[in-house]
Each structure stands twice: as structure tokens, then as C-alpha cells.
Nanobody
Framework: QVQLVESGGGLVQPGGSLRLSCAAS??????MAWYRQAPGKERDLVAS???????NYVDSVKGRFTISRDNAKKTVYLQMNSLKPEDTAVYYC????????????WGQGTQVTVSS
């Protein structure tokens, strides 16, 4: 069974930090990404990382967020620093299957709330 399990969300004050983790199992993944969805809004890409660890970020998080992956642990991370209230959202992990080309999998999401 293919699974992506996120963890690390929570409540943090503005300017604080959180690290999200996404543990993958059941298949091999090539590209991995983090998305977020705020209430009443669409799910948007935050950051992505290729199998070769090339990264890409949406402009609003550049310089504050860092995506990384540990292939041995089959885990992808999102280090979030200098958090702002507008970063509040449910964060989802997405993995592209390296076995079934064109097939992607999603985690269940983890809530991040930035508030004083």
C-alpha cells in the first residue's frame, strides 16, 4: 500500500519556525512536493524537489522555506522559517511515482497555523 504521511504541523507565533516531514512507503518516488490549501482557496504548490534534489519554490516562500529529502529514510522535509499569518493552511505532501509514470499520490495533510 502506497502511503505518504505528513507530520510536524501545529500552532506557531509569527516569526517562528516549523519543520514538516513526509514519510513515504509502498513505492519509489521521483519528484516530491509540498502544497498548501488555505480555507476557501485552491491547493497551491509551495515547493518541489526532484530525484536529483533540484528545488523550486513559489515566490512568497523563497528565502524562508527549504525543501529537502533523505532518500535513505524515504522522507521529504519542509523547513519553514520566519512564518507569517498568511502561511496558515493545511500542508500536503505529493509524490510522483517512479514506477507508474504519471501516477501521483497525496498525503492526508497537516495543519499549520501562524497566529499570536
Amino acid at each position: 500500500q502506497v502511503q505518504l504521511v505528513e507530520s510536524g504541523g501545529g500552532l506557531v507565533q509569527p516569526g517562528g519556525s516549523l519543520r514538516l516531514s513526509c514519510a513515504a512507503s509502498g513505492t519509489m518516488f521521483s519528484g516530491m512536493a509540498w502544497y498548501r490549501q488555505a480555507p476557501g482557496k485552491e491547493r497551491d504548490l509551495v515547493a518541489s524537489i526532484t530525484s536529483g534534489s533540484r528545488t523550486n519554490y513559489v515566490d512568497s516562500v523563497k528565502g524562508r522555506f527549504t525543501i529537502s529529502r533523505d532518500n535513505a529514510k524515504k522522507t521529504v522535509y519542509l523547513q519553514m522559517n520566519s512564518l507569517k499569518p498568511e502561511d496558515t493552511a493545511v500542508y500536503y505532501c505529493k509524490g510522483d511515482s517512479a514506477v507508474y509514470i504519471g501516477k501521483s499520490y497525496w498525503g492526508q495533510g497537516t495543519q499549520v497555523t501562524v497566529s499570536s
